[in-house]
């Protein structure tokens, strides 16, 4: 078979020069410093289209100065370790003016390509370049891009839509004042919305029906490609229990211990250090995050982790029936916007909870309560929680996300703010 050759790249060059794609701007973004920025995320999360983005922005005024190839084209397989340097030889006939001239690559899917970490690697020490890759969460994670790039990148992780980019890509411009106006009502039937099914980018602009099909072969082709095939897992129906136990339990208490006690009893036979190497490759590919108490690593250790999963769609489109409590899902939600503004997170339980403790340079710095209805019957739990984690780390402020209520207390000389979640996910 044909290995790939310098016509079919010089084309693939001029294409993505060429080409105009229909983007929802997101909000994260990358700086070119030297660095080789890496992008990584779940499946689906938009990785390929948050690259266009940038291509589109530096277009302006580098148009014939970019380089885009996606090394998943067919037309470029199969592809070998000596194949890429054709990429730059195949850009220079094209612009032989702009030698020595700083120029743009994005490599996507970079994984695909033999021994790509030596080419990346050589690019960028030896080039005027700035180079930006992305890579599948089935074949590189973020600790592998270190390990291979070794002290030279800067990673950048892609969620699926934030709550302000899911209003962007159904057409709702934010304007100054929003909350006042008669706009509110459809953002907060969009919450409902973005509550349910999540925040993927393609399934946006589904109806409901189609929404939950494609949820459902994502969480196969999560399954399969970036947990099975990844991993060579053989045991396979104890991974999918694993992941679906830990869908239907977002939000909540796990501890891999009493969890490996409930598998025993019902006679299913898996070792306690394989069920740990499970649990952990679930979390290497971003699929669940499992939260610790905040305390010392011993404690950390005994105690049982918080789950919460990717994408609150993801949960209603696999748990064993659509969940109910809207209190778990703001909670879920909250806890992937906290990650997505990179936030170091924990839970605090001593005679009371409070759901999010965020740590910055060493210091809690605030402390977060979620409660979808503030009642009479749990209010005092719920306020209690926040109030001691406030006393224990001497916090003058704390907050409680809400489905509606608002408003401000003062209690034990604390200071108790309620937000609704539109608000606090639509700030600044």
Not at 423 to 428: A, F, N, T
């Amino acid at each position: 078979m044909q290995s790939m050759d310098k016509e079919t790249i010089k084309e693939l060059i001029i294409l993505s020069q060429e080409q105009e794609v229909k983007l929802i701007k997101r909000d994260l973004k990358i700086h070119f410093a030297g660095r080789i920025n890496s992008i990584i995320g779940p499946r689906r999360a938009g990785k390929t289209f948050f690259i266009y983005q940038n291509i589109k922005q530096l277009k302006k005024k580098n148009k014939d100065k970019i380089i885009y190839i996606n090394f998943e084209d067919e037309r470029l397989l199969p592809i070998k370790k000596q194949d890429l340097d054709l990429i730059l030889e195949a850009y220079y006939e094209l612009y032989p003016e702009n030698k020595g001239e700083k120029l743009y690559v994005f490599f996507d899917e970079i994984q695909a390509a033999p021994h790509w970490q030596y080419f990346v690697r050589r690019l960028h020490d030896q080039e005027n370049i700035e180079i930006c890759i992305t890579g599948s969460s089935s074949r590189l994670l973020s600790k592998e891009i270190a390990t291979q790039l070794r002290g030279r990148t800067l990673t950048y992780f892609i969620f699926p839509y934030s709550f302000k980019e899911f209003l962007k890509a159904k057409g709702i411009a934010l304007e100054r004042h929003f909350e006042y106006k008669p706009i509110l009502y459809k953002i907060k039937k969009l919450l409902e919305e973005y509550t349910e099914f999540g925040g993927f980018p393609e399934i946006t602009d589904k109806d409901d029906l189609l929404k939950t099909k494609i949820l459902q072969e994502y969480f196969d082709l999560i399954f399969y490609k970036d947990l099975v095939e990844r991993y060579k897992i053989r045991n396979f129906d104890i991974v999918k229990e694993i992941q679906l136990y830990l869908v239907n339990n977002f939000s909540s208490y796990f501890s891999t211990n009493k969890y490996y006690k409930l598998l025993k009893s019902q006679g299913k036979k898996v070792s306690k250090n394989t069920l740990f190497t499970y649990i952990s490759c679930i979390e290497d590919i971003n699929f669940a995050f499992l939260v610790p108490k905040y305390g010392k690593l011993k404690e950390q250790f005994a105690n049982p982790k918080k789950v919460y999963i990717i994408d609150t769609g993801l949960i209603n489109a696999v748990a064993f029936k659509v969940s109910k409590d809207i209190g778990r899902l703001y909670e879920n939600i909250v806890f992937i916007e906290l990650k997505r503004r990179g936030k170091e997170v924990y839970y605090w339980k001593n005679k009371y909870e409070c759901d999010f403790l965020v740590k910055e340079r060493e210091k809690i710095k605030e402390a977060i309560q979620v409660c979808y209805e503030i009642t009479e019957e749990n209010k005092e739990r719920e306020v209690n929680g926040i109030v001691e984690a406030m006393e224990e780390f001497k916090l003058k402020e704390g907050l409680v996300i809400t489905g509606d209520h608002e408003g401000e207390e003062t209690i034990k000389d604390k200071k108790i703010v309620y937000k609704p979640l539109w608000k606090w996910l639509l700030q600044d």
